[in-house]
């Protein structure tokens, strides 16, 4: 079955303690990318990737790492997280064609909690 | 800059009603467009998509859009909404030759039975 997968689903941390959000698709996609999604802001960019060791930022890139070592996975890195970083997390993948990225598909979300 | 606004934050109809949710984009130069559905506790899925040709783009679900160059819209319709459309639907828009993607702040949908 084709589809996104991001672990852990819920994390709950304190502030200053790195962690890492993993993502991997099973869908050969060259594009992956990364979202926030915070009421009433929509979902918001962190980072996209456009294949391996090819990454570049979004609208929100600050305070987030991310790395595309392999081509199925886009792991999200928050260094030293703050409660500001509290959110609904997002991965998504699609085929990226000389008319640009395609349909996004999306993995089922990690909710970040920072005390 | 480049910006994705939805005028409408929450809309209440009651079912048969007809749909219209609206979006705006300012971009540069050609984009592709999306609308995204989020049912509640879901994540996001594709409902149509414009990246050239007919402006009238039929999605999933009875779902259509219209791409008006003149006035940068991309609005969502649906001419009879069912109680199961209740969701938040994201309107996003991407430049055709870049990755980076930017939506709209979400139009709650709430259909009432």
């Known amino acids: 079955e084709a589809q996104v997968t991001q672990n852990p689903r819920y994390l709950i941390t304190v502030t200053g303690k790195k962690l890492t959000v993993t993502c991997s698709q099973n869908m050969n996609h060259e594009y992956m990318s990364w979202y926030r999604q915070d009421p009433g802001l929509g979902l918001r960019q962190i980072y996209y990737?456009?294949?391996?060791?090819?990454?570049d930022k979004g609208d929100v890139p600050e305070g987030y790492k991310v790395s595309r070592k392999e081509k199925r996975n886009f792991p999200l890195i928050l260094e030293s997280p703050s409660p500001n970083q509290t959110s609904l997390y997002f991965c998504?993948?699609?085929?990226?064609?000389?008319?640009?990225?395609?349909?996004?598909?999306f993995g089922p979300g990690t909710r970040l909690t920072v005390t | 800059a480049q910006s994705v606004s939805q005028h409408n934050h929450h809309v209440i109809l009651s079912e048969a009603a007809s749909l219209e949710l609206g979006c705006n984009y300012s971009y540069g130069g050609t984009v592709n467009l999306f609308w995204y559905v989020q049912y509640p506790g879901q994540h996001l899925q594709l409902l149509l998509k414009?990246?050239?040709?007919?402006?009238l783009v039929k999605g999933i679900k009875g779902f259509e859009a219209e791409f008006i160059k003149s006035k940068f819209s991309f609005n969502l319709r649906k001419p009879s909404v069912q109680w199961s459309d209740t969701a938040e639907y994201f309107c996003?828009?991407?430049?055709?030759?870049?990755?980076?993607?930017?939506f709209g702040q979400g139009t709650e949908l709430s259909v009432k039975p």
């Open positions: 414009y990246f050239s040709g007919d402006p």
């Open positions: 990737s456009m294949n391996v060791e090819v990454t």
């Open positions: 996003a828009a991407a430049d055709n030759q870049g990755g980076k993607l930017i």
């Open positions: 998504a993948s699609s085929s990226y064609t000389g008319q640009g990225t395609g349909e996004q598909y």
